[in-house]
């Protein structure tokens, strides 16, 4: 199209100042070259070098007042700083909660604006308030030798996880930077199809205090376990889980050695419900395991019955480009609910606690508890740290050493 518009500029001067016959000529050549109709063309030439006044146009009233994007953003932070996508489905939800509570001032106008308000316009709103930091955690899993050949390596084809009952486990190590000594961990526990997502702290990661973490955990499920996949960990392959797994006739897989990515549901936990709010501070007492447990009583109701999650519903490779589609973003509180598998009794009793959440209140105590978790985070003495390793004198030769060894016939090399 610029091309044409570009020749119709040229011949414009010439068919202005021409004769009648150089006029249709000029026109006869315009219309065979560009396809155009007879009289798109005349007026093409007749309007061409002339200069045009463009009026601004003014801008279109703000349909959100400063009021509502304010609620919008103490929203936003509520919800833990979620993306439009995952933040729309639930306003028509969290708005009338705060309102119920008194946490957010709003006429029935301004509510019925804010709830029906898009994904991209709300990411648009919010473009100045995502500051978000990243930060990469530290892995302490270290290979279970025991039991590996009876515990088989999950594939996605020998899974039933459509349905509610199948986790994935995995320990966050809250070192600090220093791995010296003891200090806690968190064991995070997420339903594949639900995105149910329970935690709980121990003081440090023998499988004696992982397993009993881990049944406290089953316990708080809403639905019976049927599956549980781990990493390689000696925590989790160990004797007294795999003994517990058969008596209740569970499915314990594992994933495969240095692959990651196999457990990605309760890897994105780990940073969402776990980092995001608690950070890489050093936690090692009795009173930093203690507030650690009681924020994950209390998250468990807010992002299970909060916190929207988008699931990946179709994915396709073309060479190098790789098409991905997610469905509507829904609470795991709701995916329990669509689920015909989950009893009557159980539903009922979810939709029981869902009435009785208050989103302001848990929001302001789980709050208080983290920053009484940081102070005395950093208000103790650190931890002893242990001697560097000298490399550098280990990747050199010693003859000096060699030699002393080689006149000792007790010694090896």
């Known amino acids: 199209m610029s091309a044409r518009h ?3 500029q040229k011949q414009s001067l010439a068919y202005r100042n ?28 007749r309007s061409g070098r002339t200069v ?11 349909i959100y007042g400063p009021d509502l994007v304010a609620a919008l953003a103490i929203i936003w932070m509520l919800m833990r700083c ?26 029935d106008e301004q509510a019925k604006l804010l709830c029906s308000m898009s994904s991209a316009t709300i990411d648009r709103k919010l473009a ?24 088989p390596m999950r594939t996605w084809a020998e899974w ?23 200090f806690c961990f968190t064991l995070t526990a997420t339903d594949i199809a639900s995105g149910w997502t329970i935690n709980r702290s121990v003081k440090n990661k023998a499988a004696i205090w992982v397993f009993e973490a881990l049944q406290h955990v089953i316990s708080e499920f809403p639905f019976p376990i049927l599956g549980i996949d781990s990493d390689n960990g000696s ?29 990605a549901h309760v890897e994105q936990k780990n940073w969402t419900h776990v980092r995001e709010l608690v950070g890489y501070l050093r936690f090692d007492t009795e009173a930093e395991l203690n507030i650690l447990n009681a924020i994950w009583a209390l998250d468990q109701r807010f992002t299970n019955h909060l916190l929207a999650q988008q699931k990946l519903v179709f994915k396709q490779r073309d060479g190098a480009k790789v098409t991905k589609r997610y469905d509507t973003a829904q609470t795991p509180f709701a995916r329990v609910l669509a689920d015909e598998r989950v009893s009557a009794a159980t539903k009922k009793s979810l939709q029981a606690k869902r009435r009785s959440v208050r989103p302001g209140e848990l929001y302001r105590e789980i709050s208080a508890l983290t920053q009484q ?18 490399r550098s004198f280990n990747q050199s030769r010693h003859p000096e050493i060699l030699d002393d060894a080689m006149n000792q016939a007790s010694r090896r090399i």
């Open 6 to 8: 570009a020749v119709t």
């Open 18 to 45: 021409g004769s009648k016959s150089e006029k249709s000529r000029i026109l006869d050549q315009l219309v065979e070259l560009t396809g155009w109709h007879r009289d798109y063309a005349r007026a093409s030439l």
């Open 52 to 62: 045009k006044v463009v009026k601004s146009r003014s801008p279109r009233p703000p």
């Open 82 to 107: 979620p993306a439009g996508k995952r933040m729309a489905p639930m306003l028509p939800v969290v708005v009338p909660m705060l309102r119920r509570d008194g946490d957010l001032v709003l006429t």
């Open 128 to 151: 100045n308030e995502r500051l978000l930091a990243g930060f990469r955690g530290r892995s302490h899993t270290k290979p279970g030798t025991l039991l590996k050949s009876q515990i």
């Open 160 to 182: 039933d996880d459509t349905g509610p009952g199948f986790i994935e486990i995995d320990l966050v190590g809250h070192e600090g930077g220093n791995s010296s000594g003891e």
């Open 235 to 263: 925590e989790f392959i160990n004797h007294h889980l795999f003994a517990y797994c058969e008596e209740h006739r569970i499915t314990f897989t594992r994933s495969r050695p240095g692959n990651k990515n196999d457990g």
């Open 373 to 390: 978790l940081e102070r005395l985070a950093l208000s103790k003495a650190p931890a002893p740290t242990k001697a560097p390793v000298n």
